[in-house]
């Protein structure tokens, strides 16, 4: 059992504030993050990919409840 034997090293340290890419640009954040990141720590890069797709899903699913929740209650218009 030779330490040359496997490649893995302990991951760097990769600061908290990338959470702020994907935080204002979403998923394309979140790619940016994770490609920047994914050498240095790959735990924390696919985080914040997680991060982005999730933070662009649930104001649109957000959006899209409300829609729908109030549509109904919509008059269609008339004209006189």
Do not use: C, E
């Amino acid at each position: 059992m030779g330490a040359a034997a496997t490649s893995w090293q302990p991951a760097q340290h990769v600061s908290a504030a990338w959470y702020l890419v994907p935080l204002f640009f979403g998923i394309i954040g979140g790619i940016i993050a994770w490609a920047v990141t994914k050498d240095k720590d790959p735990k924390r890069a696919r985080n914040l990919l997680i991060f982005g797709l999730v933070w662009t899903l649930v104001p649109v699913l957000i959006g899209l409840a409300v829609f729908f929740y109030t549509a109904p209650f919509i008059a269609p218009p008339t004209y006189p």
